[in-house]
């Protein structure tokens, strides 16, 4: 068969990443412009200024990725986009940016939800097979998903209340950590020991997740610290947390193996790139004897390589979008 | 020559094509559900009618702004990945300039409105003096204290939006960008 070359666009949030990918496997080129040292100023992702640098900079990140490759535009098969979910302003930027594309070099476009690109960042690593289990961990996301077949989702278990990147980012903003808080917690983590008495979330043994529990607990903790003029360790508080946040992951994710018989597990989004949950997984993965696959860290935040591996499958099927398609800041995957 | 004119700052998606600086044809539509479900669709579809396609396209006048922040973001992503990609000259005109060039007036003002206040564009012997944006109460004052004719209400003439452009010059395709002039509210203070 002959090689499929998708060109790839993602700027859902605070990336403006465009990718060239092979067969929906092979990462040939990827661009990624962040503007996280220009949101750190403001404590979090400013959505006007996010839109405003996507629109400034996109056509040099175009320039720059066909600049690492021998692929050029006459190579391209297809399109692929970022359409939902994620920052209306942003999303619109690319996808405006991918309409034109598709209208001057004449390729087809092709919609993707972001979060299929993070679930497909594992074709990066290991063509994934089914069926297979898969945690989904983002800002936005707390769900394990049992897929029988490409974009067949089947959701086990989902968060009840906060998503765990969602209670990363306010322990981190607590403890008076720069934004992003994520790695900061974890590299704070590892110099800490966990001391602190958490509430474990949800003792049962349902598949969904809750984290509004752990959150407040921590909020409640450190507000009473300061209270009581104690001294706050964050470095215990960044271990005490991070045990207990990613324990549950471990313990409903075991369940999850058991529940389904399954023997393949692979992590999604972008709290897949703290690296005690990586080491833990690799832990479970061994205890339980299933095959374990987390992308590279480099392709578990944000980036277009996994949008080109999302959109695939459906130029397989020829799932093909017209130009006058819309974003949507909100839509579900599952 | 073949120029594209494309223009997204209010609630209308505006596409005119100009052969040698002479109007063959416009689009002018209501984005009711935003600007980005027309934008390109309506300028395949004005090539499409004329038997053009963008390749026989020679440069865009892209209006980039005072206006929606949205609208003017999404008419200059397309107007500049056309013009990076089809490799065609490129200039950006204000919308309050776009505006004054189809009025004959020697002095006047021009005024934009969004639900706070006004972009305000001053002219003085056809020459732009002033831009700014004002909230509500300040731009009314700004208008009575300046008693010049004020328009907010048009319709571009394109071939004189052409002749003014080319005193323009020519902006690399990697470096056009959108004039907002107001300040981010989320970021006000700051």
């Not at chain 1, 989004?269 to 703290?274: D, H, K, L, M, T």
């Not at chain 2, 939006?161 to 970021?187: G, R």
Request: charged share 25%; hydrophobic share 40%; with cysteine.
């Amino acid at each position: 068969m002959k090689d499929v070359y998708i060109l790839a666009i993602e700027s859902s949030c605070d990336e403006t990443s465009i990718s060239v990918i092979k067969n929906g496997c092979i990462d040939v080129a990827t661009t990624i412009l962040t503007q996280m040292d220009t949101h750190a100023e403001f404590g979090g992702v400013v959505p006007e200024v996010a839109s405003r640098m996507h629109s400034e900079n996109i056509t040099m990140v175009l320039e720059d990725v066909f600049s690492k490759t021998d692929i050029t535009m006459d190579n391209i098969d297809a399109i692929a986009v970022t359409y939902a979910p994620g920052l209306l302003g942003s999303l619109l930027v690319g996808l405006e940016f991918a309409k034109t594309l598709s209208l001057v070099y004449n390729k087809p476009l092709i919609k993707v939800h972001h979060i299929a690109g993070h679930i497909y960042a594992n074709n990066l690593v290991d063509k994934m097979e089914f069926p297979l289990l898969a945690l989904v961990v983002s800002g936005g996301h707390t769900e394990l998903v049992l897929m029988e077949d490409d974009y067949k989702f089947n959701v086990l278990g989902s968060t009840l209340d906060d998503a765990i990147g969602e209670v990363y980012d306010k322990v981190a903003r607590v403890l008076d950590l720069p934004y992003p808080g994520g790695p900061h917690i974890d590299r704070l983590a590892v110099l800490g020991k966990d001391t602190y008495d958490l509430p474990k979330p949800m003792d049962n043994d349902e598949l969904d997740f809750s984290y509004s529990g752990l959150k407040s607990a921590i909020i409640n903790l450190v507000h009473n610290e300061k209270q009581r003029g104690n001294e706050i360790r964050k470095e215990d508080i960044a271990c005490s947390f991070q045990t207990v946040a990613v324990d549950e992951l471990i313990r409903k994710t075991k369940l999850a193996i058991h529940k389904t018989n399954s023997k393949r597990l692979i992590i999604a989004g972008g709290v897949s790139a703290n690296k005690y949950l990586r080491n833990e997984f690799e832990k479970l993965a061994d205890e339980e004897n299933i095959k374990l696959s987390i992308p590279p860290i480099k392709y578990c935040t944000d980036n277009a390589a996994m949008i080109g591996c999302a959109a695939y499958p459906l130029y397989l099927k020829n799932e093909f979008s017209s130009l006058d398609i819309n974003a949507e800041s909100t839509l579900a995957l599952f | 020559m073949l120029t594209l004119f494309i223009s997204t700052y209010n609630e209308y998606v505006i596409i005119g094509l100009l052969k040698d600086g002479k109007e063959i044809s416009l689009i002018n539509r209501t984005s009711l559900k935003g600007h980005n479900t027309l934008i390109v669709p309506s300028i395949e579809e004005i090539l499409k009618n004329n038997h053009l396609t963008v390749h026989d396209l020679n440069n865009i006048i892209v209006v980039n702004g005072p206006g929606s922040f949205t609208g003017i973001r999404l008419g200059i992503t397309v107007a500049k990945t056309l013009a990076y990609t089809l490799n065609i000259s490129i200039k950006t005109i204000s919308s309050i300039e776009a505006i004054a060039c189809s009025i004959s007036d020697k002095d006047k003002i021009i005024t934009i409105n969004d639900s706070k206040g006004k972009y305000i564009g001053k002219f003085i012997n056809h020459e732009l003096v002033d831009l700014i944006y004002l909230k509500e109460t300040e731009a009314i004052k700004y208008l009575d204290d300046n008693n010049l004719p004020i328009f907010s209400e048009f319709k571009f003439d394109l071939e004189a939006i052409y002749n003014y452009s080319l005193n323009l010059q020519s902006v690399p395709a990697h470096a056009v960008k959108a004039l907002y002039i107001k300040e981010i509210e989320a970021l006000h203070g700051r």
